[in-house]
Every structure is written in C-alpha cells, then in structure tokens.
C-alpha cells in the first residue's frame, strides 16, 4: 500500500486545493480530499478471503472515509467483488468462502460471533452488475425492504417518492408506480436498485460494476446519480472503467493478482490506494501506472 507524502496534519488545506486545481482529475476538482480518509465509515483489517483452499485475497488494508466515494479497480480475477461482498457479509451466502482478518463499521468487528449479517446488510447495501429487480410492481420492490426488514415508516408512499427521487427516477416512472418493473430499461432499472437500496436507508452503498450492463447515457446518468447521493452516503464501487473511476471517486484502491510459486494460483492483493489523483496522475506503484495507461490487464 501507498504511504503518502504528507500528512493531512502537516499539508495545509490551501496547499492540497492547488494541487487538486491542477489535475482536474476526478471528483477532487471540487472537493477537498484529505490525504488519508478522515473519519472512516468502513475499514478492512489485514482481511484475507479463501474459496476452499484457494487464496483469493491476501491482506487487504482499507479506510473507507465517510460521504466519499471510493473505486476499487484492477484486472479480472484480482479479487475486487470478492473484498467488496466482505464489506456487507455477502461472502456468507457463498459456499466454501471464509474471510480471515477484520471488517470493521464504525469500529465495530461486523465478523465478530454476536454480529447478525442481516443488520450489518441494511446498514451496507448493495447494488449488483445486472439490474435485478423482483418480479414486482415498481412501488413494490422499493416497499419490500422496509417491509421486510419491519422499518418503522409513517406514510409508504412519501418513502417510495423519496427514495425514487433520490435515485433521479420519479419523473419517469411517477404515472405507472403500479406497473411491473420488467417494463423499465436497464438504466433505468439499475436506478430502481439503487432506490430499492436507498429505500431502507443504509448508511454504505456497495457497487459491483453497477454500470457494466448500461449505454453511455444511462450510465452517465448512474455517474451523476452517485456523485449527488455522496451528500448523503459512503459509496465503494467496483468498475473496470477507468474513466468512470477517474470522474466519479475522491480515492482509488488498485488491486493486482499475483501467481503463487508453487500452485500457480493467483491470489489478489492491493498495491496502492491513494487519492484518485494520485493514482491517475502520480502513481506511486509501476503496476499502477502500467494498468491504468492499458499496458497491462
Ligand atoms: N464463489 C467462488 N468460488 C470459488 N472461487 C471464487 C468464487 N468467487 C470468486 N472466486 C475466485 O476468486 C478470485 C477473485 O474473484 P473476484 O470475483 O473477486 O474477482 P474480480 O476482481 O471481481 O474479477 P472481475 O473483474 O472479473 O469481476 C478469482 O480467482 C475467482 O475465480
Ligand atoms: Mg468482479
């Protein structure tokens, strides 16, 4: 992992907004991104994942600050969904997966034995690749979570409006709340996910590649949609699009995989993790700089 070249105790405010004026990278053109995340919502401790006896991910350090948004990029197979499914418990629900090491939120061990994974999901949410919404009416996927999960709400329909207009779908759907969601486009059904996941009001929003399935302008309109809801949440996304990763995130987190000397296996491990500046502009990593300028991956 990356080790800063200042830190955020030393480096004057002034100093960092000069420097962020002149990469016009990212979201930091307008942001002021401390050198180290301030506040972490999430942190992954020495964190180690194996399917069966494969070594999938190996001793993975992360700080996940709060109402950030932060990318994890890398090569296929180099573990990104797999440490992103650690951060809600979703590699539970995978047989044979065992997680090593600490996942922590606000401070507290979301593996530790007393720790119910369904309670740490409705604070993490997760929005997946493919747009999944239930064979149910509009209104009704983003009811079900807070039915489900018994959340104490005064009036559905002022919560299906809010999360709707949180997500920037209201305007297209308002007239038809009661048809299937089948009936919506891709782009306009990954924001029904994320008004479904915003509907039981998580603190963390995870996403796997939430735009890999979408055109340029639904997938813009996913951009716009993270960058607004920032305000509100702490967002980790997985993306293989480096651009997207450029505009959107305030840090990056590289991941590579490195084959085993003896199996050949190939197991994941993060290389750097910096501002989305650094990591674009300055890395500090040759296996960095070789992703991200397409020579490698
Ligand atoms: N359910 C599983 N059972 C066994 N091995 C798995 C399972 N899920 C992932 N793996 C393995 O773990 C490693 C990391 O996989 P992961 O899906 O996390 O990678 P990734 O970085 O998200 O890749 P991609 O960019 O292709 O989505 C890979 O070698 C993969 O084959
Ligand atoms: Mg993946």
């Not at 401390?34 to 180690?48: G, H, Q, R, S």
């Not at 600490?102 to 999901?121: C, F, L, M, W």
């Not at 987190?253 to 993060?270: S, V």
């Amino acid at each position: 992992m990356s080790t800063h070249p200042a830190t955020a105790s030393t480096r004057p405010a002034s100093e960092d907004s000069r420097e962020i004026s002149m990469t016009g990278i990212g979201s930091e053109s307008e942001r002021e991104i401390p050198d180290i995340p301030p506040n972490p919502v999430m942190e992954a401790l020495k964190l180690n994942v194996f399917y069966g006896d494969f070594h999938a991910v190996h001793d993975v350090n992360l700080s996940f600050g709060k109402n950030e948004i932060t990318a994890l990029i890398g090569p296929s197979g180099c573990g990104k969904s797999t440490v992103l499914r650690c951060l809600n418990r979703m590699n539970d629900l995978v047989s044979g997966a065992r997680v090593e090491g600490e996942v922590t939120y606000h401070g507290q061990n979301i593996y530790a034995r007393n720790v119910d994974p369904i309670a740490v999901r409705t604070q993490v949410g997760m929005v997946f690749q493919k747009p999944n919404p239930f064979p149910k009416s509009i209104y009704d996927n983003i009811a079900y979570g807070p039915r489900v999960t018994g959340m104490k709400v005064e009036n559905m329909d002022d919560l299906v409006e809010e999360a709707l207009r949180a997500a920037a779908l209201w305007e297209e759907v308002k007239d038809k709340l009661k048809q299937s969601a089948y009936g919506l486009s891709g782009g306009q059904q990954q924001r029904l996910c994320i008004a479904r996941t915003i509907a039981t009001k998580p603190d963390v929003i995870l996403m796997d590649e939430p735009c890999s399935a979408l055109d340029p302008i639904a997938t813009s309109r996913i951009e716009d949609l993270m960058v607004g809801l920032r305000d509100d949440y702490t967002i980790i996304i997985v993306t293989h699009n480096m651009q997207q990763a450029a505009r959107v995130s305030d840090r990056t987190a590289f991941f590579t995989a490195r084959p085993d000397e003896t199996t050949g296996n190939r197991t994941g491990l993060l290389v750097e993790f910096d501002r989305t500046s650094n990591i674009f502009a300055n890395p500090n990593d040759k296996r960095t700089e070789d992703y991200i300028s397409g020579r490698f991956g």
